[in-house]
């Protein structure tokens, strides 16, 4: 049975920081591209960043330089470290499996960033 449990999120003030973390299990996860996409209110669901099985990295050009994507394929969990948090970044963030056409999905974790 696949799985992948995203936790970290919750309520932040502008300007601080989040790790998210999404633990997989039921597939090889050093196999996939993983990948965090988010979705705000009223707004179609985006790619934040992703890390290929490979480890190379690729980020929206809205969070280049404040967040930072990881894997550790030995815990079967790939990381995503939010620095400089905006109001914009508020959204459920969901981690994602990809390899060719199989996707799966976590449930998501709310990330909200206010004063």
């Known amino acids: 049975q696949v799985q992948l449990v995203e936790c970290g999120g919750g309520l932040v003030q502008p300007g601080g920081s989040l790790r998210l973390s999404c633990a997989a299990s039921?597939?090889?996860?050093?196999?996939?591209?993983m990948n965090w996409y988010r979705q705000a209110p009223g707004k179609e669901r985006e790619l934040v960043a992703g890390?290929?099985?490979?480890?190379?990295?690729n980020y929206a050009d809205s969070v280049k330089g404040r967040f930072t994507i990881s894997r550790d394929n030995a815990k079967n969990t790939v990381y995503l470290q939010m620095n400089s948090l905006n109001p914009e970044d508020t959204a459920v963030y969901y981690c994602n499996a990809r390899r060719l056409n199989t996707h799966y999905w976590g449930q998501g974790t709310q990330v909200t960033v206010s004063s």
């Open positions: 039921g597939f090889t996860f050093s196999s996939y591209a």
């Open positions: 890390i290929t099985s490979a480890g190379r990295t």
